[in-house]
């Protein structure tokens, strides 16, 4: 069994010695540039012989245990006498800076002490801790001098207290190994296409290449991306995976098969992140205050840790609750902190993708030996877009200027100066198109900020100049109001948009990196906002964001809404960000049912020259579908016309009993059909799906289609929601599938910017901002049905245009057998 731990000083001292609660409250997304400011303030004080940012190493044996510790000292101070002082700078935001510096502080400046001592060979050295508060920007330095034996017994004590932490992680990857390399396939036979799919996965990750795989549903996509996954673990060439997802269930789904691995023998680290509203205990939301799960959590932590590692494999929701409620721990938190340790983890696209919360901290050598594992890939796409746009709107700046106006003037006077800028915004809308309209077609707008000659209407290539120093004079003086409230002083300096919060490291120790906000809860990121003041607050943050990212692949455009005006920072095109986001890890493997075209998704998800495609053709016969397109139209200004014939050829559907779905483009159709349908073939049982559905109605709607019924069952569903994709409905328990229309996202004013310009980069705009999204949604939907060797089933494509191209084109080869049905 391997005997080194390789961890950073800070994850060693944070490990033992950190306690007290979370801290939860307002803390500034200006936090960490805040105190590398100061770090460079202080630094920039040194003299000629004093160096800054000292890298030191050393390995510290406990019987058979060596730990091989690092870090970066903030500064290495030479005094006249030439003794050496070692210097750790923390920046504070508490009300008042500690009177003799926390336990955990010191301890990082001792071990750095330690190692400068061994490599310098000296008998003792200067220790020297200092604290500045970024409000007022006081200091307060406390020094001590130690000599080389308290040191080495210090850093052994440290060492002490770590090892049984280490010693259960290193036995766990020691077994972790061996089952991953025992671990034989856990079904009796790889399903046609699934084989093929495996060793593309293997093949990428063991060549550090990209992957975009599109797969058949039904092969089981899931278990061909994690078994060969966990293989390539086994054998070495990689150390953890996450595994990324747009929905709940498909986080279900990757479960289920660890939990077959599991069964056959691996023994793997996992754990499911779930969204920090869904898992908190607390009914009425998450604040920490007097919440007996944050006071003290890190008191606990340690002993739940290693009772939770040293116990469980699997750590789903219910497993990381009931270890929660056990150690008295916030059980999002404890999700989080458990993650440093996994093999595994099942989590959102955004924990990797999403700027405000991504894993930006994830340690680079780990980051180098971590794949993704990108599940339903084609929702990346708009998930993509959404995530590096930004918006702001009108109203809650006007009333922050008149809620503030007597108690915090500064605050005001910046809120009303980006009223007064959106009040020019909308005179410009106005004048370009009329009030109450879209700017998008007027000319020469002349809103503040933008020449005309670069401006169309409300839509510009450039964001107005002055908006990013409005912004920072109002979230600076935003944050010191929400430092107020919340009893602490607030920075007094510097750009309130110069970082933004960050969710903690995964896989291991906490690089050496620039200081954060000391009190800050790692799952800060995530926490919701209700006060108007910091939801403006938290959406200026990400407009500033956003300006720092803003190239030619970004437009702005402006509209007046219901007597709002909102200004929009739209990203056109994800895939350089998508890219960059995932720039470091060991490879990205893109997998799902509707990667087509092919070549249209890997231009949006960012792939290289050399990265690997994989096309695998479906294992099912056509003669498992029967096929039919209505020829009807279900353009917009037809859909009421459509109504009646959809009603007639569904009740001729269900005249067998069977169970079947049927897809909508909208609720308001679904309904106007339903309403009919119901009139016509009143015996028939029927489910609707609603909006806003919870996870446990979405599962009693799944649950009603039992296989072996004998009256039947039609559900209507809306295209492209949650049971259009990622649900598993084998069998009889789903029969036939209606798709109505062929997806095209509804005409507006994003999508048509999205056609000019890719018609623009020399490619088909429409095609990229309707047809093949719109088609996908459609392809999903028909992947409900079939999903085993042995099913059959019937599809109805309803719309006339399935007849014509480019849709004819993207159908599935097994469904072009199809007969049209007059």
């Not at 005006?565 to 890219?579: C, E, I, M, W, Y």
Request: hydrophobic share 40%; net charge negative; charged share 25%.
């Amino acid at each position: 069994m391997n005997n080194r731990v390789a961890l950073s000083v800070r994850a060693l001292v944070e490990h033992v010695y950190r306690s007290g609660g979370l801290g939860f409250g307002f803390h500034s997304a200006s936090a960490l540039a805040e105190g590398t400011r100061i770090h460079q303030a202080v630094q920039r004080e040194y003299g000629e012989l004093d160096r800054k940012e000292v890298f030191l190493k050393t390995e510290i044996a406990v019987g058979s245990l060596i730990l091989a510790v690092e870090g970066r000292c903030d500064g290495l101070l030479a005094g006249e006498d030439g003794a050496l002082t070692v210097e750790e700078i923390k920046s504070s935001s508490e009300p008042e800076l500690p009177a003799e510096g926390k336990k955990v502080h010191w301890a990082q400046a001792l071990l750095y002490a330690y190692m400068a001592v061994l490599e310098r060979e000296l008998p003792d050295i200067g220790v020297r801790l200092t604290y500045v508060d970024t409000a007022t920007g006081e200091r307060r330095s406390f020094e001590r001098t130690e000599t080389r034996a308290a040191l080495e017994a210090f850093a052994a004590e440290t060492a002490e207290r770590y090892a049984p932490y280490a010693e259960l992680l290193l036995r766990h990857e020691a077994a972790m190994r061996e089952s991953a390399r025992q671990l034989a396939f856990p079904f009796s036979a790889y399903r046609p296409g699934q084989r093929h799919l495996s060793g593309a996965v293997y093949t990428s990750v063991s060549e550090r290449v990209n992957l975009f795989a599109q797969a058949p549903t039904g092969i089981g996509k899931t278990m061909s991306a994690l078994f060969p996954a966990v293989k390539a673990i086994g054998e070495g060439r990689a150390r953890a995976f996450l595994y990324l997802t747009a929905k709940t269930v498909t986080r279900f789904a990757a479960q289920e098969a660890l939990a077959r691995l599991a069964a056959g023998g691996l023994v793997l680290h996992a754990v499911t992140l779930t969204a920090k509203d869904k898992i908190c205990f607390r009914e009425e939301g998450c604040t920490g205050e007097s919440c007996p799960f944050a006071e003290g959590y890190y008191d606990r932590l340690g002993e739940g840790l290693m009772d939770l590692l040293g116990s469980e494999t699997l750590m789903d929701r219910s497993v990381i609750e009931a270890y929660a409620r056990k150690h008295r721990l916030c059980p999002f938190e404890l999700s989080l902190d458990v993650s440093y340790a996994c093999d595994a983890v099942i989590c959102d696209y955004n924990y990797v993708f999403d700027p405000r919360i991504g894993f930006k901290r994830l340690a680079d050598e780990r980051r180098k030996e971590t794949v993704l594992l990108i599940d339903e890939a084609h929702n990346l796409v708009d998930r993509g877009r959404e995530m590096y746009s930004a918006q702001l709107t009108k109203a809650p700046f006007l009333a922050i200027s008149r809620r503030y106006r007597a108690a915090d003037r500064r605050l005001a006077a910046a809120a009303k100066a980006v009223n007064a800028f959106f009040v020019q915004l909308r005179k410009a809308c106005a004048a370009a198109d009329g009030e109450e309209a879209t700017a998008a077609g007027g000319r020469g707008s002349g809103v503040p900020g933008t020449g005309a000659a670069e401006a169309e209407g409300g839509v510009w290539k450039e964001p107005p100049a002055e908006l990013p120093g409005l912004l920072e004079r109002f979230a600076e003086a935003a944050e010191a109001e929400l430092a107020r409230a919340a009893g602490r002083p607030s920075p007094a300096g510097g750009s309130p948009g110069a970082a933004g919060a960050e969710l903690p490291l995964l896989f291991g120790p906490v690089p050496e990196a620039g200081p954060a906000d000391p009190g800050a809860p790692e799952g800060a990121a995530e926490a919701e906002a209700e006060d108007p003041l910091l939801e403006a607050y938290f959406a200026a943050q990400a407009m500033l964001r956003t300006l720092r990212t803003y190239d030619e692949r970004y437009l702005t455009y402006a509209e007046v809404l219901r007597g709002d005006v909102r200004l929009k920072l739209f990203n056109l095109d994800p895939s350089h960000l998508l890219a960059q986001a995932a720039k470091g890890f060991r490879s990205r493997i893109h997998f799902s049912a509707t990667l087509s075209p092919l070549a249209y998704y890997r231009d949006m998800l960012g792939a290289g020259e050399n990265d690997y495609s994989l096309v695998v053709p479906s294992p099912f016969s056509p003669e498992q579908w029967s096929v039919s397109i209505l020829p009807v139209s279900t353009r917009y200004r037809d859909r009421e016309g459509s109504v009646e014939r959809l009603a007639r050829a569904l009740a001729a559907l269900t005249e067998t009993p069977a169970n079947r779905l049927v897809f909508f483009p909208s609720y308001a159709y679904l309904n106007r059909v339903y309403e009919r349908f119901a009139e016509l073939a009143p015996d028939v049982r029927t489910l609707v799906q609603a909006g806003g559905m919870d996870e446990a109605a979405r599962e009693a709607f799944l649950a009603a289609f039992q296989p072996g019924s004998r009256e039947g069952l039609l559900g209507f569903a809306v295209l492209g929601g949650v049971f259009a994709e990622g649900v598993d409905l084998p069998g009889d328990r789903l029969s036939g599938v209606m798709v109505v229309g062929v997806g095209l996202p509804q005409v507006g004013l994003e999508r048509e910017l999205l056609r000019r310009f890719f018609d623009e980069q020399g490619k088909n705009g429409f095609d990229y901002a309707y047809v093949y999204p719109g088609m996908t949604k459609v392809l999903q939907a028909g992947g409900r049905l079939i999903r085993g060797e042995s099913d059959t089933g019937v599809i109805v494509l309803a719309d006339d245009r399935f007849l014509r191209q480019p849709y004819a084109d993207l159908l599935p080869r097994e469904w072009r057998g199809y007969r049209v049905v007059r």
